[in-house]
């Protein structure tokens, strides 16, 4: 039979003294009032599983920071979920993991997962930077949060000064890498829906623009200003070597000793250090060679052949080759990756083929058989057009003294 009790009273519970042995005092329905020798007073609600219907005793809280209005109502709202066999102390215990759980998950934590499996699949240098940009603009604000309380107006607040200074490239970059966290935590199971999937468009779009670049036909004048500019020997040879090997900024700042094969002339990029995630094999010519004797005696004993001035243990940063161009005076004319593109339109107009031109800038072939072939039969034949451009290189550098300057 079902026990009967008369229901407590808070004068009862207050009075009620100790005694040399644990007793209990009863309120009906579950809900229990146990009292120790050492006069301590905790409510428990005793229950049978659903299902197994085992015994259960499901502690709720200690008289008096525990009202008897309070317990009452936790043993109603366990009497509810029992009616739906849910069991209370499992529902008690879920909801305490997931209170843990939210907690734990802040964004900077679940970024930081996220962005262990991104930078596998972006250059070294994408990765810094990925990763700067969420320092510096989003977790100061917003890292310690947990991802369930992120909302859409929060980001957008962060936002808005960085795109009133007229950064919306800025704004475009944090929204899509934010997005990419998000969707992590959905498919993790840590939130149901992504709240910032449409928070780029409470800002201007940036407006396209191709990158700075400048002609061949100016090639002697930017000759020239490398060799007359008042730069470190370090960086003016990082600008020479970025323009023979046709490799982008950061892939060119990170070159490694190790990389280079000074017997079959050639150096490999480990697929890690490409954007493309694929290594990339430049032919080195007798110029590019020529840089690298010149950089021997500064950075043959350590790891990276470009060290860096202030930490020489690591490599120069790749915004080094932007910041000398600007000051050599070609700022809003030419950025470091446009070198690039002198080099495409020269090789183009001189009528080498279109793919070797693309293979020799490491573009991406989404015909991976096709790819894996231009790899190795193209090497040959880049080699000879790699030649050709070092050639029309020292060609315009004629009287600025290039210290890739190949003998006669």
Not at 56 to 72: F, H, K, Q, T, W
Not at 287 to 297: D, R
Not at 311 to 325: F, G
């Amino acid at each position: 039979m079902p026990r009967t009790s008369k229901p407590l009273t808070d004068t009862e519970i207050r009075k009620a003294p100790s005694k040399d042995k644990e007793y209990t005092l009863w309120d009906g329905q579950g809900l229990n009032l146990r009292i120790k020798p050492n006069g301590s007073k905790t409510w428990i609600f005793r229950y049978q599983r659903p299902y197994t219907k085992k015994r259960a005793n499901l502690s709720i809280g200690n008289y008096p920071s525990v009202s008897l209005a309070i317990a009452r109502s936790a043993r109603q709202n366990y009497l509810s979920l029992l009616s739906q066999d849910i069991d209370p102390g499992e529902h008690k215990a879920e909801r305490l993991r997931q209170e843990i759980e939210t907690h734990e998950s802040t964004l900077k934590k679940v970024a930081l997962k996220w962005f262990e499996i991104k930078k596998g699949k972006v250059s070294e240098g994408y990765a810094d930077d990925i990763w700067r940009s969420l320092e510096a603009y989003i977790f100061p604000e917003l890292g310690a949060l947990p991802v369930s309380r992120i909302k859409a107006p929060q980001v957008i607040n962060i936002l808005q000064p960085i795109a009133a200074r007229s950064a919306l490239e800025t704004v475009k970059r944090l929204c899509q890498r934010l997005n990419e966290v998000m969707v992590f935590a959905v498919n993790t199971g840590l939130i149901d829906a992504n709240p910032l999937s449409d928070i780029n468009k409470a800002f201007k779009a940036p407006s396209k623009s191709n990158m700075a670049t400048i002609k061949p036909d100016d090639l002697p004048e930017l000759m020239q200003a490398i060799a007359r500019a008042s730069i470190k020997l370090t960086t003016r040879s990082l600008l020479e070597w970025q323009l023979h090997t046709m490799v982008r900024p950061s892939e060119a700042a990170g070159t490694r000793w190790e990389e280079i094969d000074f017997i079959n002339k050639t150096w490999t990029i480990p697929s890690e250090r490409m954007k493309k995630k694929r290594p990339h094999v430049v032919p080195l010519t007798t110029q590019a060679v020529t840089l690298l004797e010149v950089m021997k005696p500064v950075s043959g004993h350590r790891e990276h052949v470009f060290p860096a001035d202030r930490k020489p243990s690591t490599h120069i940063n790749s915004q080094t080759a932007n910041m000398a161009i600007k000051r050599m005076g070609f700022g809003g004319r030419l950025v470091a990756h446009g070198l690039r593109s002198i080099a495409s339109t020269a090789l183009n107009e001189q009528g080498f083929d279109p793919d070797i031109v693309e293979s020799a800038l490491a573009h991406s072939d989404n015909n991976g058989v096709r790819a894996a072939y231009n790899r190795a039969e193209y090497l040959n034949r880049r080699r000879e057009m790699m030649n050709w451009w070092s050639n029309y290189i020292q060609h315009s550098a004629e009287g600025n003294l290039s210290l890739s300057a190949a003998p006669s």
